[in-house]
């Protein structure tokens, strides 16, 4: 069973271009999370998606930032006009219901790097 | 709100010695618990949760940690340390609501000396 499938590993773009991100999660995972990591600082919660719903996007930036989960297709974190400080590694999980007892299955992540 | 705070960012062991790492959590509601580690270039794997059955809980690789009510702690422990379990550990707070359920800690760098 292949586990939730994140790419690309590495992205780099330079400052005002845009960056997707891409999430499969695990079969049958309806429920995707994605995270932001930066050292030191942990994994900070962005956005919360269920098959074409966003569910609770409390962590994300308001601005520059969205996220979707098609009826087909993976989930997609877009960072438009990125800056330095969008460089991070950025992590999505997926659990089959959503519920607060699931365990969360992680992706290795995509590393941002804007130059 | 929830939260989790876990004391000590990095810590090292020799190898064969007690691992303890901490964790500590706030929640108005009865809380479900997690141990998750990072090894390098990857990510989070479950080492362990509480779901309120059992307060002792063990994990994969000889980890175990205890659920203390009065203590709203979770600690992670191990008997003897591995060079293997050198990683990245994180707390995790999970409750019964809608949205965003899981709450991280900072997380813990475990080093182990030969």
């Known amino acids: 069973n292949a586990g939730v499938m994140q790419n690309p590993r590495h992205l780099v773009r330079r400052r005002g271009q845009e960056a997707r991100l891409r999430c499969s999660p695990m079969k049958g995972h309806s429920h995707v999370y994605w995270y932001r990591q930066l050292p030191e600082e942990g994994l900070k919660f962005m956005v919360y998606l269920q098959k074409e719903n966003i569910i609770d996007e409390s962590g994300m930036p308001k601005e520059r930032f969205s996220a979707e989960f098609p009826k087909e297709g993976p989930s997609i974190l877009r960072i438009q006009q990125v800056v330095r400080g969008d460089s991070a590694a950025y992590f999505c999980?997926?659990?089959?219901?959503?519920?607060?007892?699931?365990?969360?299955?992680f992706g290795s992540g995509t590393q941002l790097s804007v130059l | 709100a929830q939260s989790v705070t876990q004391l000590g960012s990095h810590v090292s062991v020799s190898e064969g010695a007690l691992v303890l790492l901490r964790c500590n959590y706030s929640?108005?509601?009865?809380?479900?618990l997690f141990w998750y580690v990072q090894y390098p270039n990857q990510g989070l794997q479950l080492l362990l949760k509480y779901t309120s059955a059992a307060t002792l809980v063990k994990g994969i690789n000889g980890f175990e940690a205890e659920f203390k009510k009065s203590e709203t702690s979770f600690h992670l422990t191990k008997p003897s340390a591995h060079m293997s379990d050198a990683a990245e550990y994180f707390c995790?707070?999970?409750?019964?609501?809608?949205?965003?359920?899981?709450?991280f800690g900072t997380g813990t760098s475990l080093t182990v000396i030969p």
């Open positions: 999980a997926s659990s089959p219901s959503g519920t607060a007892a699931e365990k969360l299955f």
């Open positions: 995790a707070v999970s409750v019964s609501n809608t949205g965003n359920q899981f709450y």
């Open positions: 929640s108005s509601v009865p809380p479900y």
